[in-house]
């Protein structure tokens, strides 16, 4: 007797003080016995929750499991059986329990009680829905990005950090057939029918936008044409970003390639329109201005018919200096632009284009300063240059206001010569500052104010600096002015 008493202490002892929930239920589901574990579980003391049965305390929609087990058991098809289900707390929320039951039987083989725990894994649930649901939207978002890639007009390429493709989608696959008929090995900087803009320039391999993205570029509207063929090329535009992990570890680039086709071949057909036309009026614009200078040194010409006829020749010749711009836009968008590069004195095509401009700077109000070395001895071409010099300068004047400056800089440094133009003008817009090298291109404030132009200059003083293989860049402040500065490589003559 004294066994059965020692082992019903241990019981009981062992009941009393388990942190995890235990009870003895009846066949019936009535509660027998809990521990104190269960009970804090529930939010129950121990008496109350004695009074219930374990139908009461679990989730309706969990019921009809938890029973078919229990019959199941009592059936004698289990001894035992493990479930997660939901139980009911005292204030109405959820407990999710890991429930182990064991069935106990008499000598007879008579079922007498089920013995219970219950592990509260209500946190660890909770987790695994969130869980479930963020992976759910991953998914989800994944299944987007996969619509996108694989449906959006812009070829996309991803490369990983030694060069190779890891992956494309369709529209760049089909990019790919043209550039490389013959297949394409996967690694970035295969060369292939790749050209410049000239249509003719064979791209090297440092000049491929998958090699200089492999190299850690990061580029936008990077041009080319592709496909052996002149009638059935395709020109595409170009732009990469570098692609890393949250901790700043490069993982590789990723290339957007979009078809450029129809505009580069209206651009064509636009600048061949422009250099037709401007071949077919310099001749008879040229007679016509040697005629009126003919007419106009005649001595015996009325003074109204004189002053008239300055008025014909003051427009023909801006007529011309229009005609022989979109000439030089003509030159350009057929890939020639010839230097015939001389020993000159830089400083004194600056200065006399400076003497040039005083005119037209004293008829607008503006005054103009130069500060310049007496000579600057530099291999160039003087007409272009100059051509540069004017248009910097008469695009200072036309700008600026009555009463405004325009001051202009030339030094010498180390590697390269430096000019420079300053205005107190109207100034450009932060927005059009990357626009105003753009063939064609108008500031808004210039055409709010009715300041005529064509919005050629500054295109051909771009492409005249770098066939010079310099650069020339624009720092604005709207209604502040601008400075131009254009820095050539330093060539002595």
Request: include cysteine.
């Amino acid at each position: 007797m004294q066994g059965s008493s020692d082992s019903s202490d241990l019981w009981n002892l062992t009941l009393q003080h388990s942190p995890i929930g235990m009870a003895l239920v009846a066949p019936d589901g009535r509660l027998l016995r809990v521990n104190p574990a269960m009970g804090d579980m529930l939010g129950y003391d121990v008496a109350e929750l004695s009074q219930r049965g374990f139908q009461e305390i679990t989730h309706p929609d969990d019921l009809a499991d938890d029973l078919a087990l229990v019959q199941r058991c009592l059936a004698g098809d289990l001894d035992s059986f493990r479930l997660r289900k939901r139980y009911l707390h005292r204030d109405g929320r959820v407990v999710w329990g890991d429930l182990s039951a064991a069935l106990v039987r008499g000598a007879d083989g008579t079922p007498l009680h089920f013995i219970s725990q219950i592990l509260d894994v209500t946190e660890q649930q909770e987790q695994q829905e969130r869980l479930t649901a963020a992976n759910a939207d991953l998914e989800r978002e994944r299944q987007v990005l996969e619509a996108i890639f694989e449906t959006v007009g812009v070829g996309l390429l991803l490369i990983g950090r030694d060069g190779r493709y890891e992956r494309m989608n369709r529209r760049h696959a089909e990019t790919m057939l043209l550039a490389f008929p013959d297949g394409h090995d996967g690694m970035a900087g295969q060369l292939g029918a790749v050209y410049q803009l000239d249509g003719r320039t064979p791209m090297t391999q440092e000049e491929m936008p998958s090699y200089r993205a492999t190299q850690g570029e990061e580029f936008d509207d990077y041009a080319y044409w592709v496909g052996d063929d002149p009638l059935t090329r395709s020109a595409y535009s170009t732009s990469a970003r570098q692609v890393r992990s949250a901790a700043g570890e490069k993982l590789g680039a990723a290339l957007a390639y979009q078809d450029i086709t129809d505009l580069m071949r209206a651009m064509q057909v636009r600048d061949e329109f422009v250099s037709s036309v401007s071949h077919e009026l310099r001749t008879p614009l040229t007679s016509v201005l040697g005629y009126l200078e003919i007419i106009g040194s005649r001595q015996d010409l009325p003074a109204d018919v004189t002053a008239q006829l300055r008025v014909v020749q003051r427009n023909a010749a801006r007529l011309e200096t229009l005609v022989s711009d979109l000439l030089h836009v003509g030159e350009l968008g057929e890939g020639r632009l010839p230097l015939q590069r001389d020993a000159v004195d830089l400083a004194a095509v600056v200065r006399h284009a400076v003497e040039a401009a005083r005119a037209l700077a004293s008829r607008s109000g503006v005054t103009l300063e130069l500060d310049a070395p007496e000579h600057l001895g530099a291999l160039l071409d003087e007409q272009r240059i100059r051509q540069v010099v004017d248009n910097l300068l008469s695009n200072a004047v036309k700008y600026s206001r009555s009463g405004g400056s325009v001051s202009v800089a030339l030094r010498r440094g180390e590697d390269s010569d430096e000019l420079e133009v300053r205005d107190t003008g109207i100034g450009i817009a932060p927005g059009e500052v990357d626009h105003v090298f753009d063939r064609f291109f108008r500031g808004g404030e210039a055409l709010q104010q009715q300041i005529p132009g064509t919005g050629l200059g500054l295109n051909i003083v771009g492409s005249i600096v770098s066939a010079h293989g310099g650069e020339v860049s624009l720092s604005s402040e709207l209604g502040v002015g601008s400075t131009f500065r254009v820095t050539l490589p330093h060539r002595d003559g």
